[in-house]
């Protein structure tokens, strides 16, 4: 969940750090701050944002070759100077930053307290910096030595930096459940939660993997395993672009992000659809079609959008390849007993490919036997690493903590991962097929005519951003866009906002219908056409203010809302990849006229990778 950036080389640390944890800041922005090694060990830590520690450190001696820094989603302890990261130990000779969560740290904490070490702060994180100075005074060993026996008494999820005023010229950083990525350049290395802070300075990583304790001296990288095990350092080319995590010119990276949609789509579909050989391929599933061919059921597991984009897939495999699906949030599957066979698959989709409670459920899955397909944004992540197979969703970065291209990008490659299934299983006709493949192939022009309703949106935001709730309806695959419309309200403007299929209004959700409330219906012309007319009837029965996203052309609609927007028509089984843009720029300009962070909206980050 937080940010987590190092350097040691030949440049400036403190100006790499920095401008590392701005590029970081989407993961955490409770409080940041830095720890710079030259001759004294000095930790310079701030509430807020980034700017706020700039600001703090300006006349502070920030000249080092060797330094850390952290910016922050608080977990235990709220967010203030003193529980900002980096933390010191006792003897302030250690310093360390961290990502995760000790799930046993009162414990330890009542034990060195016995031992004499004194705690300034509510952090898990300050009992793991004074577990290390604690071993490392007992053993009389050294301060990797320390690192590695402090991993063994510690439970839970971690990425770590340690920093020792005894060992000038030296990193150690260590992970488990929590990503951390190392950058090597020339006679320099980087640190990071992601690529993002380091893609300017090289685009040679190593991905530092569970258990393992990564050591930087003397121009060297040394990694191990828990138990001191030597391992091979694997580097990879990263394929990202500089300007793919700058805002480009947009106010907002979730509006630039939410414009890219009809690259990422199109990038998701290639060397995957293939119109003109009338082909689609995706190695994943080919590697293991006859577990396709042979499923018993399909659960798939995720968390926020990404379970909304595995609701719209239950649609789209059910419908297509005749498999029945289920859909679970990955934080109840993982603490059910979820009954489990070698033929079932599960599918789990993460943006970030770092979701915790999404990883643990693949984990919980694989121990019992069944095959896991993964789909996720982010190369080397630790769910790319831990299925069976899988497929990447080519959207590029997205630094938005609310995600939009990223939704799309996962409903493109689940409709073709669909597609492909239903075809081999003999549910989808070769016709049928091929009609889809042309559809899906125009998605990204349409897409493109979707957002030229931008303006139009605008105008209907003014009217509705002192609105203190909406309601948000759909059918069939358009329940899901419901869904994920409601919650882009919600966490960008702080508006109440929940999604229903529309049948289920009645029996509830109705009661809140008044002059007062904002209704959005999904009502484009498909199977269900015609009953979710007679819902915003129901609606407008009861004064409630129609906000309708219809497909272009429609005429019985229109005269019953208060707000029409028209949409490309496409087939139903693509709506969604239409149909979610405008919902996503009403979210968007409610939020900018109510003041709100777009980017870094209150109490969220990007990837939760802590319970």
Same mark, same amino acid.
């Given at each position: ?39 004294? *060990?000095?930790?310079?830590? !701030? &509430? ?11 006349? &502070? ?9 952290? #910016? ?5 302890? =709220? ?23 000790? =799930? ?78 190392? $950058? ?11 690529? #993002? ?77 293939? *119109? ?110 831990? #299925? ?7 959207? $590029? ?7 939009? !291209? ?77 869904? =994920? $419309? ?53 609606? !407008? ?43 996503? *720029? ?19 980050? &990007? ?5």
């Amino acid at each position: 969940m937080c940010g987590i950036v190092a350097y040691i080389g030949h440049r400036e640390a403190c100006p790499v750090i920095l401008k590392g944890l701005r590029r970081l800041e989407y993961r955490g922005y409770d409080s940041a701050g830095v720890a710079l090694l030259n001759g004294q *060990l000095n930790v310079y830590k !701030k &509430k807020g944002k980034v700017a706020d520690l700039e600001a703090f450190i300006a006349d &502070k001696d920030i000249h080092a070759h060797v330094g850390m820094g952290h #910016t922050r989603w608080a977990t235990h302890g =709220e967010p203030n100077d003193v529980n900002a990261h980096p933390h010191y130990s006792t003897s302030e000779r250690i310093a360390i930053i961290h990502n995760g969560i000790i =799930e046993n740290y009162a414990a330890l904490k009542k034990h060195l307290q016995q031992q004499g070490h004194e705690f300034h702060s509510d952090t898990d994180t300050e009992v793991f910096v004074n577990l290390i100075e604690e071993i490392q005074k007992q053993n009389h060993c050294t301060l990797e030595e320390a690192v590695r026996l402090a991993l063994h008494e510690v439970v839970g999820a971690y990425a770590i930096v340690v920093l020792s005023k005894d060992a000038p010229d030296q990193l150690i950083a260590a992970r488990k459940g929590s990503p951390l990525v190392i $950058g090597v350049g020339e006679g320099e290395f980087f640190l990071a939660s992601d690529a #993002t802070p380091i893609i300017e300075y090289t685009n040679e990583v190593v991905y530092v993997n569970d258990y393992e304790i990564a050591v930087i001296r003397n121009g060297k990288l040394d990694i191990r395993t828990k138990e001191d095990v030597v391992q091979t350092p694997y580097i990879q080319k990263l394929e990202m672009e500089l300007d793919s995590i700058e805002k480009g010119g947009y106010e907002h990276f979730m509006l630039k992000e939410i414009f890219e949609q009809p690259k990422s789509i199109l990038d998701s579909m290639r060397g995957r659809l293939e *119109l003109e050989a009338g082909h689609l391929n995706m190695g994943g599933v080919r590697a293991f079609e006859q577990k396709f061919m042979n499923a018993h059921r399909i659960i798939i597991v995720a968390c926020g959008t990404s379970w909304h984009a595995g609701l719209v897939a239950e649609y789209l495999i059910e419908d297509l390849a005749r498999i029945p699906v289920e859909v679970e949030y990955a934080s109840e599957f993982r603490y059910r007993n979820p009954v489990l066979s070698e033929r079932d698959i599960v599918i789990a989709i993460s943006q970030s490919g770092e979701t915790a409670d999404t990883l643990a459920a693949l984990e919980l899955a694989k121990s019992k036997g069944a095959t896991i397909f993964g789909i996720c944004n982010v190369v080397g992540s630790s769910i790319a690493r831990a #299925t069976d197979a899988g497929a990447y969703t080519h959207a $590029g970065p997205e630094i938005g903590v609310a995600s939009t !291209k990223a939704f799309t990008a996962q409903v493109t490659v689940l409709t073709i991962l669909a597609m492909i299934v239903g075809h081999r299983r003999g549910t989808l006709s070769d016709v049928k097929l091929r009609e889809l493949m042309v559809e899906l192939y125009t998605i990204p022009q349409k897409v493109e005519k979707a957002l030229e309703l931008d303006t139009e949106i605008q105008q209907i935001a003014e009217i509705f951003k002192d609105a203190t709730n909406f309601l948000y309806l759909g059918r069939g695959y358009n329940f899901p866009v419901a869904l =994920e $419309g409601a919650l882009k309200l919600k966490e960008i403007s702080y508006i109440h906002a929940e999604g229903y299929p529309a049948a289920e209004m009645k029996h509830g959700p109705i009661a809140l219908i008044d002059e007062n409330m904002p209704v959005v219906v999904i009502a484009t012309r498909d199977s269900s056409y015609e009953k979710i007319v007679s819902n915003i009837q129901e609606v !407008k029965a009861r004064k409630g203010r129609i906000i309708a996203v219809v497909s272009e052309g429609d005429t019985t609609i229109p005269p019953m809302a208060e707000f029409v927007v028209e949409v490309p028509h496409t087939s139903e089984v693509l709506m969604p990849l239409v149909s979610v843009v405008p919902l996503q *720029l009403l979210s968007y300009h409610i939020a900018v006229l109510r003041g709100c962070n777009v980017d870094q909206p209150r109490n969220l980050a &990007k990837s939760v990778t802590v319970e």
